[in-house]
């Protein structure tokens, strides 16, 4: 029989935890179980795991912890190998209180998806691939800059993207977005091998001049069959002006392709400006954010413009959620309390956001979110899927649904959502990516 360790009387308590090697056995729990995590996150990520997974096993390693302590309390000490009554009674309680602990999450978690489940599917079912789309198809090419200068890209961007968004208003009209458009850039592809891959019959180009306060817009619409041009104008205006010439702009295009266009000004009713210097900013801004450089450097550069922005025009909601991304950005980039303090103008600025434009998607957006992390599943669901539905398709008012939707198993309606996204970005290669991602978690791996 082995002997009782002998006492130590005038031991301290951490003195105490370290003779008996319970700070030792925290560490290597503690790193075993760090491993553990990352190696189940990594698995679930590559086979589409359920969520649960990691959280059902971050759950049982907390469970463990204070069990692997007490162990080493009784048996961290050399010689102590004996089980006593009172180490018995703890371990027993401590499962007791993990088992029950599961068992409550495990019961949640089943009425989060039976509920989340029972929410009405709406969606409509997917296109047939082999049926034709007759509808007159279109994609806005940027708008090349003329100045003399050459520093106003971003305002020939920012023209095209906002034409294309008020042509993506009509319904009888198949556009092809952003992303696959502004592939392009720069390159000296032809317009019919541009129109091939992007599978339209028509492109609309054209160019920016801008001297002093007038701006000079020439545009252009091109079949892609054989590069002929099928309609084009020139359009001198004050730069005071060039809202109203982007409407102009969509109004003519739509004509010339003989479909009606409800022009949808980016005004305030939709979060946007009048005016022209904050919406300048806007611009440049959303130059910077395509860019594809995320460092701080360029987060910093993000957050000035929209700064910037809001302090010419307050009412400025799209503005305002721009300065709110480039803070959360800029937020994981730097440390401690600095990343506190960014983190806490995001919670103003969406605050300010919410009471400027209680209505407007991106509220929504973060509204659905919320009632999300509450566990109010079905309830969010169902309000991402009417931000989805309440304007033109796109990956912005898309990808909160289908996070969702994916998150509690409805995987046949997120590849129906996502090959719509596809259809509309042929060329983004982060939609191909998540589409062949949920062929795979749908068992379609012929399609992946």
């Known amino acids: 029989m082995n002997e009782p360790p002998p006492v130590h009387a005038t031991e301290g308590g951490w003195d105490a935890l370290r003779r008996r090697k319970v700070v030792q056995w925290g560490i290597l ?26 959280q059902l096993t971050t759950l049982a390693l907390l469970i463990g912890l204070p069990i692997v302590l007490v162990l080493a309390w009784y048996h961290g000490d050399r010689g102590q190998q004996r089980v006593t009554t009172a180490e018995f009674a703890i371990i027993t309680l401590l499962l007791l209180i993990g088992g029950g602990a ?41 708008f090349v800059d003329l100045s003399q200068a050459k520093d ?22 198949r556009l092809v977005g952003r992303t696959s458009s502004f592939s392009f850039k720069g390159k000296d592809d032809d317009l019919h091998t541009i129109g091939s891959k992007l599978g339209v019959a028509h492109l609309l180009e054209g160019s920016v001049r801008k001297s002093g306060d007038r701006i000079r817009i020439t545009a252009q ?7 002929s041009q099928l309609w084009s104008k020139n359009y001198d205006r004050n730069l005071t002006d060039v809202f109203a010439v982007q409407d102009e702009i969509a109004r003519d295009v739509a004509q010339a392709l003989s479909v009606k266009l409800d022009a949808v000004k980016l005004n305030t009713a939709q979060g946007g400006t009048t005016n022209v210097d904050a919406y300048d900013r806007y611009l440049r801004w959303r130059q910077l954010l395509f860019s594809e450089y995320y460092d701080e450097e360029h987060d910093r550069q993000r957050v000035r413009l929209a700064r910037e922005a809001v302090a010419l025009d307050p009412a400025f909601v799209l503005g305002w959620d721009a300065l709110a991304t480039s803070l959360d950005a800029l937020a994981n980039e ?10 806490e103008e995001v919670a103003q600025v969406r605050a ?17 979110f919320a009632l999300w992390r509450d566990g109010k599943w079905a309830e969010a669901i169902a309000l991402t899927r009417e931000i989805m539905d309440g304007g033109p ?30 259809a509309i970005e042929p060329l983004a290669m982060f939609i191909s990516r998540d589409l062949q991602f949920d062929y795979t978690a749908a068992r379609r791996i012929d399609d992946a």
Do not use: C
């Open 29 to 54: 729990y503690f790193a075993g179980a760090w491993s553990l995590l990352q190696g189940v996150e990594f698995l679930s990520d590559t086979y589409a795991w359920p969520r649960q997974l990691q």
């Open 102 to 142: 599961l068992a409550f999450y495990q019961r949640n978690s089943e009425g989060h998806a039976e509920a989340a489940s029972a929410a009405p599917d709406t969606s409509e079912p997917p296109a047939s691939r082999g049926t034709p789309d007759a509808r007159p198809s279109l994609a806005v090419l940027p």
């Open 152 to 173: 106003q890209e971003y305002l020939g961007d920012g023209l095209a993207e906002e034409i294309l968004n008020q042509l993506a208003q009509v319904p009888a009209l």
């Open 221 to 227: 619409l091109v079949a892609t069959s054989d590069s």
């Open 334 to 343: 730097v440390d401690g309390e600095q990343a506190e303090r960014l983190r």
């Open 352 to 368: 300010r956001i919410a009471g400027l434009a209680p209505d407007h998607w991106i509220v929504q957006r973060e509204r659905a």
């Open 393 to 422: 398709m796109s990956y912005e008012r898309a990808y909160p649904y289908t996070e969702l939707i994916f998150s509690v198993g409805h995987l046949d309606e997120t590849v129906a959502v996502v090959e719509q996204l596809k």
